[in-house]
């Protein structure tokens, strides 16, 4: 009996110590207002995600929601440089989810294999009138 507590003690220390580096592979690099830019006027800002998607995904996609009082969600799939915009938002702060879904072809022959979420982030922003928010996301 006591095997089965120290057991169950230690699997969910584990689980929770996995939990906590779930999101460790993504980070915020930094981020910067700018103003004006495509989707901003006198009532409206926009935001940017820039960020690159490593080349050993065989297969990659991001999505970025925006929750609260708007819900909107974008996606991009693929390696490399990408890129996702929001414009015509109104101002406001609001929190937003960053997905990452791959398939991690460094060990080969993967063909046909779902996409898995790896790595996921939320975060809180704030979107200005006439301005566009621009934040660089680091993926590891």
């Given at each position: 009996?006591?095997?089965?507590?120290?057991?169950?003690?230690?699997?969910?220390g584990?689980?929770?110590?996995?939990?906590?580096?779930?999101?460790?592979?993504?980070?915020?690099?930094?981020?910067?207002?700018?103003?004006?830019?495509?989707?901003?006027s006198?009532?409206?800002?926009?935001?940017?995600?820039?960020?690159?998607?490593?080349?050993?995904?065989?297969?990659?996609?991001?999505?970025?929601?925006?929750?609260?009082?708007?819900?909107?969600r974008?996606?991009?799939?693929?390696?490399?440089?990408?890129?996702?915009?929001?414009?015509?938002?109104?101002?406001?702060?609001?929190?937003?989810?960053?997905?990452?879904?791959?398939?991690?072809?460094?060990?080969?022959?993967?063909?046909?294999?779902?996409?898995?979420?790896?790595?996921?982030?939320?975060?809180?922003?704030?979107?200005?009138?006439?301005?566009?928010?621009?934040?660089?996301?680091?993926?590891?």
């Open positions: 009996m006591n095997f089965l507590k120290y057991f169950k003690i230690g699997f969910i584990i689980a929770l110590l996995l939990l906590s580096c779930h999101d460790d592979d993504i980070k915020i690099l930094d981020s910067e207002y700018i103003v004006g830019g495509i989707g901003t006198k009532n409206t800002g926009a935001v940017e995600f820039n960020f690159t998607i490593p080349e050993n995904y065989s297969s990659a996609r991001v999505g970025i929601d925006f929750v609260g009082n708007i819900s909107v974008r996606e991009v799939y693929g390696n490399g440089d990408k890129q996702l915009k929001f414009p015509d938002l109104s101002s406001g702060i609001f929190n937003y989810t960053f997905e990452f879904w791959a398939i991690d072809n460094s060990i080969g022959n993967l063909e046909n294999s779902p996409l898995g979420i790896l790595l996921a982030i939320t975060e809180t922003l704030e979107v200005r009138q006439g301005k566009t928010l621009k934040i660089r996301i680091a993926i590891d």
